[in-house]
């Protein structure tokens, strides 16, 4: 099974940016379909960026996220990326990272990251 470990979490001002890395053991990255979600305080867990697995992969955004945040994949360094820029207090959260389940592979996820825009 994958294991996943996310890093790159902290504290920022509205309007910064943060970069949150996933890195992978025990598997390559590039078969999965991977996922970055978030969980604020007292609300449920959301979707906030796709992107399908192979060489490329294709990406998709939740709308809160869309044209402020992009999902990428290193497949030679086994670890995918969060670039979130213009970030919000509304950003604040834990954000993880999974990947689906493919074939005979499990899916798996990251412990968390702790993201926190504030002035």
């Known amino acids: 099974q994958v294991q996943l470990v996310e890093s790159g979490g902290g504290l920022v001002q509205p309007g910064g940016s943060l970069r949150l890395s996933c890195a992978a053991s025990g598997s390559m990255l590039s078969i999965y379909t991977m996922n970055w979600y978030r969980q604020a305080p007292g609300k449920q867990r959301e979707l906030v960026a796709t992107?399908?697995?192979?060489?490329?992969?294709?990406?998709t955004y939740a709308d809160s996220v869309k044209g402020r945040f992009t999902i990428s994949r290193d497949n030679a360094k086994n670890t995918m990326y969060l670039q979130m820029n213009s970030l919000k207090a509304e950003d604040t959260a834990v954000y993880y990272c999974?990947?689906?389940?493919?074939?005979?592979?499990?899916?798996?996820w990251g412990q968390g990251t702790q993201v926190t825009v504030s002035a």
């Open positions: 999974n990947v689906e389940p493919v074939g005979l592979c499990a899916g798996s």
């Open positions: 992107i399908t697995r192979g060489t490329r992969g294709s990406t």
